[in-house]
């Protein structure tokens, strides 16, 4: 009996479709802080992140210690991620489909432009 549950569950796993395996892969968080080079945070930073399949971009607010999140991210998909202060901004870091963390640490640092 044991042995057509076995068959059954994976008959079943073969039958899945990409579309499937897609829908229940685990979602992917991001965050960090935004802060000056000097390492102080950026409370009200903007920051914001591109979904380079379909170029629709996100964008949160750094709290009073800096922090941002973005949750729920298709982890099928490339995004870019920067912050903004003050008419300056940080670098765009790229965020790979082929990254298998599903929880991404990751410091923003904005520098003043001289």
């Known amino acids: 009996m044991a042995a057509l549950s076995v068959l059954v569950f994976l008959a079943a796993s073969a039958t899945a479709t990409p579309q499937d395996k897609k829908k229940d892969a ?24 591109k979904n380079m399949q379909n170029n629709s971009v996100k964008t949160s607010f750094a709290d009073d210690s800096g922090n941002y999140r973005f949750s729920g991210l298709d982890p099928n998909t490339d995004y870019e991620i920067h912050a903004e202060f003050k008419g300056d901004e940080s670098p765009t870091k790229r965020l790979s489909s082929l990254d298998s963390r599903r929880d991404i640490g990751l410091n923003l640092t904005v520098a003043r432009k001289k």
Do not use: S, W
């Not at 000097?38 to 920051?47: F, H, K, R, T």
């Open 26 to 49: 685990p979602l992917k968080t991001v965050h960090g802080v935004v802060m000056n080079k000097n390492e102080d945070p950026l409370a009200g930073a903007i920051v914001f992140l």
